[in-house]
C-alpha cells in the first residue's frame, strides 16, 4: 500500500489484555471509512505472553502492523507506534476501547475545518452496570466540560481518543517516557501542545465505548497513579514555563463532587458522588506519595555526589 494514500495510523498501546485487544479490533472492522486510506499499528508493551496470536486472525480484515517491545509504558509504546506508522495523522485508542463505526468518518470532518489541530473525541461508558466505571467516566465528562467549554479551543483530551498530524507529534518528540504510568502522560502533551501554540479541537462526534472495568481496590489504584501523573505533570510545566506548581482552585472540586447529581438518577448519584470523593483522596494521596518519592531521590542523588 502506498503510504502517500494513508490518512490515518490507528495506535494501539497494549500490555496483558488479550481478550480486550480483540474486541478493540473487532471494533475497527466494523469503521464506515475506506479500508486502503487506515492502517493499524498495534504496540504490544512487552506482555508476558504474546498477543500476535490475537492480532493475526485480523491481518485479512485490516491493514496491520504488529511491533513488540520491552515493557517502558504506555508513552514510551504509542511512540514506538508513531514512528513505525505511515499516515498522516496518528490517531491513538487503548485497547479496553471500541471505536464506534463513524470515528474516523467524525475525525476527517473536523480536519477538514482545522487540518493541524490535535482533534479529541468523546468516550462514553460500555459498563453502566458498573458503578466504579461509571463514576471513573464521569469524571472524564467532567474534566473534558471544565476544560473544554469551547470546542474549537480546547485544552485537554485523554489519549484514548485523540488524533494528531504525525509530522508535529515527531517534532515535538512525542508522549515524554518519563510518565511510566498511564497517567499524566496525555495532560503534558496536550499542554505541550498549547506551550507551542497548536490549535486543538473538540469532535464530540468521534466516540469510543471504554470498557474499563473497576472494582473498588483497582479504582483506588487508578486514581491513586493518576495523582502521581499529576504531580509529574505539574513538575514538568512549571519547569517549562519557569513557574511554580499550581493546582486547580476550591471551586473545581466542589463542583466536581456535585456533578453526578446532575447526570444520574439519584440513588446512582449519591454513590457515584461517594465514589468522587474517594477518587480525590487517592489522587491528593499519589500526588504527595510521588512528591515524597522524587524527593528522597533527589536528596540520595545529592548525598551520593557528595561522597
Same mark, same amino acid.
Given at each position: ?99 464506534? *463505526? ?96 497548536? *490549535? ?7 466516540? #469510543? ?55 444520574? *438518577? ?11 470523593? #474517594? ?29
Amino acid at each position: 500500500m502506498n503510504s502517500e494514500t494513508l490518512a490515518f495510523s490507528i495506535v494501539i498501546p497494549t500490555y496483558n489484555r488479550p481478550d480486550r485487544l480483540r474486541q478493540c479490533l473487532q471494533s475497527l472492522t466494523t469503521l464506515d471509512y475506506d479500508r486502503d486510506r487506515f492502517e493499524v499499528v498495534v504496540v504490544d508493551d512487552g506482555s508476558q505472553d504474546s498477543l500476535e496470536p490475537v492480532v493475526q486472525p485480523f491481518a485479512a480484515k485490516l491493514n496491520l502492523n504488529f511491533i513488540r517491545q520491552p515493557n517502558g509504558g504506555p508513552a514510551s509504546a504509542r511512540n514506538t507506534g508513531a514512528t513505525a506508522a505511515r499516515g498522516r495523522y496518528l490517531v491513538f485508542t487503548d485497547d479496553d476501547c471500541q471505536p464506534t *463505526p463513524s470515528w474516523l468518518t467524525a475525525l476527517a470532518v473536523a480536519l477538514e475545518a482545522e487540518p493541524q489541530a490535535l482533534v479529541g473525541g468523546k468516550t462514553l461508558n460500555a459498563l453502566p452496570q458498573n458503578i466504579c466505571s461509571t463514576a471513573s467516566q464521569l469524571l472524564i465528562d467532567y474534566l473534558y466540560e471544565f476544560y473544554n467549554p469551547i470546542p474549537a479551543a480546547a485544552t485537554f483530551f485523554a489519549s484514548n481518543n485523540f488524533a494528531v498530524p504525525r509530522a508535529q507529534y515527531l517534532d515535538l518528540k512525542g508522549f515524554d517516557t518519563q510518565f511510566p504510568l498511564a497517567a499524566g502522560e496525555d495532560r503534558e502533551f496536550c499542554d505541550r501542545w498549547r506551550y507551542h501554540q497548536l *490549535p486543538m479541537r473538540y469532535a464530540p462526534a468521534m466516540q #469510543v465505548r471504554h470498557a474499563h472495568q473497576l472494582t473498588l481496590k483497582s479504582f483506588w489504584r487508578q486514581h491513586f497513579n493518576y495523582g502521581r501523573g499529576a504531580f509529574c505533570f505539574h513538575k514538568t510545566r512549571a519547569h517549562r514555563t519557569d513557574g511554580t506548581i499550581k493546582v486547580e482552585k476550591f471551586q473545581f472540586y466542589r463542583r466536581l463532587l456535585t456533578y453526578p447529581f446532575h447526570h444520574l *438518577p439519584w440513588p446512582q448519584a449519591v454513590r457515584a458522588a461517594g465514589l468522587m470523593f #474517594v477518587s480525590q483522596v487517592a489522587n491528593v494521596a499519589g500526588f504527595f506519595w510521588e512528591r515524597s518519592g522524587q524527593r528522597r531521590q533527589a536528596q540520595l542523588a545529592t548525598a551520593t555526589r557528595q561522597t
